[in-house]
C-alpha cells in the first residue's frame, strides 16, 4: 500500500487530493493506494472573499465550507494540527498525539500571517487578511469622515501581491461615491522601487496612481507604526502620518516546517525546484501553494495550476513510469483578476517566460473576478477548471 499524505486543506491540498483520485481510480479501488489530507480545522476558506468583506458586502459565512464536502469520499480527511514532520521514520506527528505515516509527502500547508510582529498593529492598523480584521476594516471606513488613508506593506512576501493596490483603487472610488474624496488623500507605499513588483504591470498600475490622484511612495518598507502621533515609519528611514492605516501584515510558512527541518528560519518557505515542486530534491516531497520559496505569486491560482505537477508527479512514481511531458512539469503559470474600482478590472496571465500583458481595464473582467468568486466551490477545488 502506497500512503500519499496530503498536509493542508486549502487550495492546493484539496485539488491534489481530487485530481490524485482521478488518476489513481483503479489502485484505490484495489486497496493499492491511500489518499488522506490533514488540515487543522477541517474547513476550507475562500481567502479571496475577504477584500469583498471590506470592500464590497461579501459575508464571512459564505467564504467557508467543511472540507469533507470538498473532497472526494475516497479521501480521507483527519482533523489535527501538525506539529513534526519526522523524516527518518516517515511520521507525521499531529498535535492530538496522532502519528500518520508516509510514503509520498505533500505540503500545502499556506502561509501564516504575524501583525503581532509590528507593535502596535492591532490598535493602529487594520487590514483584510482574515474575515473577522475585514470586517473592522469595513466598520473603520463607514465611520471614517475624511482625512489620510495611507496603504502599505509591512513585509515581503506576502499573499496576493495586487490585494492592497486593488484596495486602494476601490477605496478611492468608494470616497468618490460618498463625497469624500475632496477631503480625503490616499497614499499607496511600495516596499520596492515602482508600484509592483512585475514591471509590465507597474506600467499599467502607476497611471492609474495618477489618474486617481493616488499618492505612490515607493522604497517604503513598514518598520515600525507610532501609535502616540499616528505615524509610520519606514525600513528606509521616511515618516508617514495617517488617519486611517491599513497595513498587510508579515508572513511567514509554517513554524512546524521550521522545527522538522523542511524550511530555513525566518521565513519558513520551502526550498521548492521550480519545475518539479520537488523538496529540497526529495523524490518523495513536494510543495505548492503558499508554503513554497518559489519568486511568485502566493495566490490560490499559482496552487491551481501546481497541483496537476504535484498530481503528475505523484502518479508517475506509483506507476513506475517517467512523468508526462505536459503535465509533468511546472512552467510558473499564474492568472489573477485585478480591481481597478469604478466597475473595472484587469487580468494578469503570466508565466516563467512570459511577463503578464495586463489587457486595458474593463468591466468584463471585474465581472470575471465576480462570477470566479460566486463558482469556486463548484470549479477549482473539485478541479473542474
Ligand atoms: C485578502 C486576500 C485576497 C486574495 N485574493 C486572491 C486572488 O484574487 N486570487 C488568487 O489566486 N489568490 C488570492 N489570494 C491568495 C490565496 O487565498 C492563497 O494564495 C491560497 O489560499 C493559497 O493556497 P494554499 O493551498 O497554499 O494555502 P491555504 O489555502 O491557505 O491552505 C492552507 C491550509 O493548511 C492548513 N494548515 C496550516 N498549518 C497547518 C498545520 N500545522 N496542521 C494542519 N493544517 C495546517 C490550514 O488550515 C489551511 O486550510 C488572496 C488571499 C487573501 C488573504
Redo the contacts with the bound molecule.
Sequence with gaps: MQRILI???????TLTANLLVRKLRRQLKAGEVAITV????GQHTY??G??YIAMGGERADKLQRPERGLLDSRVNLVVG??EKVDEPTRIVHLKDGERLGYDYLVL???SRILPEAIEHFDTEAQH??TAEAALKLRKALDGFKGGRIVVAIAGMPY??PP?PLEVSFLIEAELRQRGLRQASEVHFCSPIGRAFTIESVSEMATPIFEQKGIELHTFFNVETVDAERHVIGSLEGEELPYDLLILVPPHKG?Q?LIDSGLAPAPGGWLPTDRATLQVGGRPNMFAL???TDLPLS????T?HFEAPVVTERIVAAIEGREPDHKHGDYLGKVM??FEIGDGKGTLLQFDYEHPPRPPKPNQVWHLGKIVFNKTYWHTVPKGRV
Design positions: 498536509l493542508g486543506g486549502g487550495v492546493g491540498g490533514v488540515d487543522q480545522t481567502q479571496p475577504f477584500m494540527q501538525v500545502a500547508t499556506g483584510f487578511y499573499k496576493c490585494a509554517q512546524f501553494g503558499d508554503a502566493k495566490a490560490g491560482s496552487a489573477c483578476f
